[in-house]
């Protein structure tokens, strides 16, 4: 008699307390699809993906996953100005009503957002508040290896001057990011280092996210020309100053000289011996676990 009750109760259910993580990506060929993998083996339900105006194979790994229906929704955005905080709350808003989102994670095709327990949703949970704050940490560049076997994880320099680096060098202080919850969203903050929410309880949690924000030299140079000619577009020239810096070297003829200061590529003993290159496998060792099931 209450059959059609319980169905319908089960299909409340199913989606219900979902992780969802939205993704912003341009010519992310290179790591796209880890990214996927990774995430799904950390226990992210589903993505939604915006792709801004791509000419690599990044369409076609999306599509990929759509088919096999990791990807539920994928927006082709043609927009040519950067609105990123615009696109990613977007892609917030479709988490939230269409997919039944419990939590939401906004991030990059290079962030791998790890959780020590493997489980990112119940670490999430625990967190005992409807923002997680997530520290950052970047991975050096290694030419010549795939990001997968890359070993070396940065930390900050307080005098960046005193070894001759660029003034928006990977030795920068990392800024967090939150996850969020569905209910109570507002509205995201540009970059996604913060949210604002109707009643805020921000927390500290264990989720480390480790960023491959340099790939190599090609890869940092096509970013910052194809991110440069998006920026002078942008109304708020104080948005992203650091791309209009380095676009300007560009046109001058300079970029690549300005990427052995943004790495170090000529003090990088130094750096090791002075502790602001740490070895850590924590992500190679979880790379080749995955690879390997």
């Given at each position: 008699?209450?059959?059609?009750?319980?169905?319908?109760?089960?299909?409340?259910?199913?989606?219900?307390?979902?992780?969802?993580?939205?993704?912003?990506?341009?010519?992310?060929?290179?790591?796209?699809?880890?990214?996927?993998?990774?995430?799904?083996?950390?226990?992210?339900?589903a993505?939604?993906?915006?792709?801004?105006?791509?000419?690599?194979?990044?369409?076609?790994?999306?599509?990929?996953?759509?088919?096999?229906?990791?990807?539920e929704?994928?927006?082709?955005?043609?927009?040519?100005?950067?609105?990123?905080?615009?696109?990613?709350?977007?892609?917030?808003?479709?988490?939230?009503?269409?997919?039944?989102?419990?939590?939401?994670?906004?991030?990059?095709?290079?962030?791998?957002?790890?959780?020590?327990?493997?489980?990112?949703?119940?670490?999430?949970?625990?967190?005992?508040?409807?923002?997680?704050?997530?520290?950052?940490?970047?991975?050096?560049?290694?030419?010549?290896?795939?990001?997968?076997?890359?070993?070396?994880?940065?930390?900050?320099?307080?005098?960046?001057?005193?070894?001759?680096?660029?003034?928006?060098?990977?030795?920068?202080?990392?800024?967090?990011?939150?996850?969020?919850?569905?209910?109570?969203?507002?509205?995201?903050?540009?970059?996604?280092?913060?949210?604002?929410?109707?009643?805020?309880?921000k927390?500290?949690?264990?989720?480390?996210?480790?960023?491959?924000?340099?790939?190599?030299?090609?890869?940092?140079?096509?970013?910052?020309?194809?991110?440069?000619?998006?920026?002078?577009?942008?109304?708020?020239?104080?948005?992203?100053?650091?791309?209009?810096?380095?676009?300007?070297?560009?046109?001058?003829?300079?970029?690549?000289?300005e990427?052995?200061?943004?790495?170090?590529?000529?003090?990088?003993?130094?750096?090791?011996?002075?502790?602001y290159?740490v070895?850590?496998?924590?992500?190679?060792?979880?790379?080749?676990?995955?690879?390997?099931?």
């Amino acid at each position: 008699m209450f059959d059609w009750l319980i169905d319908k109760c089960r299909r409340k259910a199913k989606g219900s307390g979902r992780l969802v993580m939205t993704l912003l990506v341009k010519n992310e060929e290179m790591m796209l699809e880890t990214c996927l993998h990774f995430h799904r083996a950390m226990g992210v339900d589903a993505f939604v993906v915006t792709d801004n105006n791509s000419t690599d194979r990044t369409p076609e790994i999306i599509e990929k996953y759509r088919s096999l229906g990791w990807i539920e929704h994928v927006i082709n955005e043609t927009g040519t100005d950067y609105s990123q905080k615009k696109w990613v709350d977007r892609m917030v808003r479709i988490a939230r009503k269409q997919m039944r989102a419990e939590w939401i994670i906004n991030a990059d095709a290079d962030e791998m957002w790890y959780s020590p327990s493997g489980d990112l949703h119940n670490e999430l949970r625990l967190c005992g508040g409807n923002i997680a704050h997530c520290q950052t940490r970047s991975m050096y560049p290694e030419e010549g290896l795939p990001f997968s076997q890359w070993t070396w994880r940065v930390e900050f320099i307080e005098r960046q001057q005193d070894y001759g680096l660029s003034p928006y060098s990977i030795f920068q202080r990392q800024r967090g990011k939150v996850a969020h919850t569905a209910h109570g969203y507002l509205h995201i903050c540009m970059g996604n280092h913060k949210v604002r929410m109707l009643i805020p309880r921000k927390r500290e949690c264990d989720i480390l996210i480790y960023h491959y924000n340099v790939k190599g030299r090609e890869a940092f140079i096509q970013k910052m020309v194809n991110g440069g000619k998006q920026m002078e577009q942008h109304r708020r020239k104080s948005h992203a100053i650091h791309w209009r810096y380095f676009y300007e070297i560009y046109k001058n003829g300079q970029l690549s000289e300005e990427y052995d200061r943004v790495v170090g590529s000529s003090i990088r003993e130094k750096l090791v011996r002075d502790g602001y290159l740490v070895e850590d496998t924590t992500m190679r060792d979880f790379y080749q676990r995955l690879n390997s099931q």
